[in-house]
């Protein structure tokens, strides 16, 4: 995957609607989730399916660092 794993936000000066970078994370999340519950290799997956997931990972894990400190709260 590419360095830059937030190149689906648009800039400030790109055309692109809100809504379809909102349904493209949503995708993403959706993907990575399912793909995790059903523990689905990823090995036979097209490259654009393998970045999706990988963005949708993204937001299903929390940092690290909040994982530390959660255990230090509890």
């Known amino acids: 995957m590419r360095d830059d794993r937030f190149?689906?936000?648009?800039?400030?000066g790109d055309q692109r609607r809100v809504s379809s970078v909102l349904t493209r994370i949503y995708r993403d999340i959706g993907l990575a989730a399912v793909a995790d519950a059903l523990k689905i290799p990823t090995d036979g997956f097209e490259p654009d399916m393998i970045e999706s997931l990988e963005r949708g990972e993204l937001y299903l894990?929390?940092?690290?660092r909040a994982l530390a400190q959660a255990g230090t709260d509890a």
């Open 61 to 64: 894990l929390p940092p690290a």
């Open 7 to 12: 190149q689906f936000i648009p800039d400030a």
